[in-house]
């Protein structure tokens, strides 16, 4: 069993930045695969940066060049820095991790960007 405690969210203008952060415990050794999902009011939830150890990482498109996701294993913490954020990344911001897939969620920690 995996927790994942997320953090970091809050209330920001267009164009400012936020740090979230995402705390594992539990048994660690085989989650190969974290990232960040996010969920906006009638949407449908969608990746939004995927750290793969060993492969890399990758990013949607429209946040490419403006969100970083870095993981550190000493710590147990995944992290996504977000910078130029706009209204359109407004939303419930999950961390996910497992093996190969997504099978143990976070809460979520909110975002919110006003225009």
């Known amino acids: 069993q995996v927790l994942l405690v997320e953090s970091g969210g809050g209330l920001v203008q267009a164009g400012e930045s936020l740090t979230l952060s995402c705390i594992a415990s539990?048994?660690?050794?085989?989650?190969?695969?974290m990232g960040w999902y996010r969920q906006a009011p009638g949407k449908q939830r969608e990746l939004v940066a995927q750290?793969?150890?060993?492969?890399?990482?990758n990013y949607r498109e429209s946040v490419k060049g403006r969100f970083t996701i870095s993981r550190d294993d000493a710590k147990n913490g995944l992290y996504l820095q977000m910078d130029d954020l706009n209204v359109e990344d407004t939303g419930l911001y999950l961390c996910?991790?497992?093996?190969?897939?997504?099978?143990?969620w976070g809460q979520g920690t909110q975002v919110t960007v006003s225009s």
């Open positions: 750290h793969l150890r060993g492969i890399g990482t």
């Open positions: 539990g048994s660690l050794d085989n989650i190969n695969a």
């Open positions: 996910a991790a497992g093996e190969i897939t997504a099978d143990y």
